[in-house]
């Protein structure tokens, strides 16, 4: 606006001069430039009154349409400042109710700036042209001071909740979730970071929402558990899990809906019934496991990797202690039966390839007085593979018999085929 103040007089001075400069170059035709000069002035100031007119008008609208921008830019980070707290009180049960009544001071300033905040915002221009840029300035900092004042509280009240929420999924892991750890350290991870984080609000509502997205993500891998064991407990236990599977819904409910609290809740009682359920179901597929790594590795003397391998899922199986870690203990089991019938198939065909080299020699009856065994011997093992896995028991002792027939076959032929030789 300055400008035009400096830009009018001197285009004015500039006409007069060159009105002068006429004057004095007409002057041979006086009365051409005096009716020059007589129409000069009077359109001069004519002009002069339009610019002044335009300018001021300009100025006056700029004006507004600044004021409306500041005062509309205070109404929207009002409103998600609110939006934001009342996430906090929705989402995660963090109480914001005096910063909230503070805020109601901003919302009645804006009023009286001519801004009605609720629900909508509406401007109201002939009371936004009385506003002077001061009353916004004032309401800014009003604003800021408040959210200053509040943002201290509420960020000591985020790290409350998170460590709530930390204390929630150990306590989880302690009952018998125990595939949570590295989630619990991620949460714990977080609360250390937070001494970066600044102390405002949406800040803060970042932040809180990471640690939220671990919790949930805890909380779905405690029901992918929990589903776990209520199958266990179903098909090992011959339980009725009904009432476990309903849990189950419950929990998938308050997950959906962010009522982490209340699943929580369910998972722990879901898991102490779990493990009331499978506790002896466990003890006995533990003790058959072991028997059957037993069998297996007496079977294979000659093979040092078999023999190996076997060795770490024993000691994997006897690092299993709790009913809830049936499901890990079942994986160790198939694991080991999948062994087992490999080192079998290996003996019965080590015994197939000894009697072909028995058969080439031709020995008499004397020499070797028993049937050689046929290829059609290895439906055994087929056997066993079709045998349902979840009867370990059963599996185990028709293993046992046919490993120590293998077994013994296999010495036998072994220390035939040495005398044959001889």
Not at 125 to 148: N, P, S, T
């Amino acid at each position: 606006m300055k400008g035009y103040r400096i830009i009018i007089p001197l285009a004015l001075l500039a006409l007069i001069l060159i009105g002068v400069v006429l004057l004095f170059a007409l002057v041979p035709y006086s009365d051409i430039a005096i009716t020059i000069i007589l129409l000069f002035i009077p359109a001069m100031i004519g002009v002069s009154f339009l610019v002044r007119y335009l300018v001021t008008v300009r100025k006056r609208s700029i004006k507004e349409k600044v004021m409306e921008r500041d005062v509309m830019g205070i109404a929207n980070r009002y409103v998600e400042q609110m939006r934001s707290l009342y996430d906090f009180e929705d989402k995660y049960g963090v109480s914001t109710k005096e910063f909230r009544e503070d805020l109601g001071k901003v919302k009645e300033s804006l009023f009286e700036l001519g801004c009605d905040v609720n629900g909508r915002i509406r401007i109201d221009k002939a009371k936004l042209k009385k506003v002077v840029f001061a009353d916004v300035e004032w309401v800014i900092k009003m604003f800021e001071g408040i959210k200053d004042r509040h943002g201290v509280v509420l960020y000591s009240r985020v790290i409350d909740k998170c460590s709530d929420y930390l204390e929630e999924v150990k306590e989880l892991e302690n009952t018998g979730y125990e595939s949570i750890r590295g989630q619990i350290e991620r949460i714990e991870s977080k609360i250390r970071e937070s001494e970066g984080v600044e102390q405002d609000s949406l800040e803060l509502s970042l932040f809180m929402n990471e640690v939220a997205s671990i919790l949930d993500e805890t909380l779905r891998t405690c029901l992918q558990d929990a589903n776990s064991l209520e199958v266990e407990g179903r098909e090992s236990a011959n339980a009725d899990t009904s009432r476990i599977r309903t849990d189950i819904k419950i929990v998938e409910h308050s997950i959906e809906h962010g009522n982490y609290e209340n699943a929580s809740k369910v998972l722990k009682s879901m898991i102490e019934r779990l493990i009331e359920m499978l506790k002896d179901a466990f003890e006995r597929y533990k003790e058959h496991a072991l028997e059957l790594t037993n069998v297996v590795v007496e079977i294979s003397e000659k093979e040092e990797e078999g023999k190996k391998e076997v060795e770490e899922i024993r000691k994997s199986i006897e690092a299993c202690m709790l009913p809830s870690q049936m499901a890990k203990l079942r994986e160790y089991g198939d694991t080991l039966i999948i062994k087992s019938l490999t080192a079998l198939e290996t003996v019965y065909n080590r015994i197939f390839e000894i009697e072909g080299e028995i058969m080439k020699a031709n020995p008499t009856t004397e020499l070797y007085p028993v049937e050689p065994w046929a290829k059609d011997k290895m439906s055994e093992v087929d056997e066993l593979k079709s045998m349902p896995q979840s009867n370990l028991r059963e599996f185990v002792h028709r293993y046992r018999l046919l490993a120590s027939d293998a077994h013994s076959r296999l010495v036998y032929d072994s220390e035939r085929l040495k005398y044959i030789k001889a």
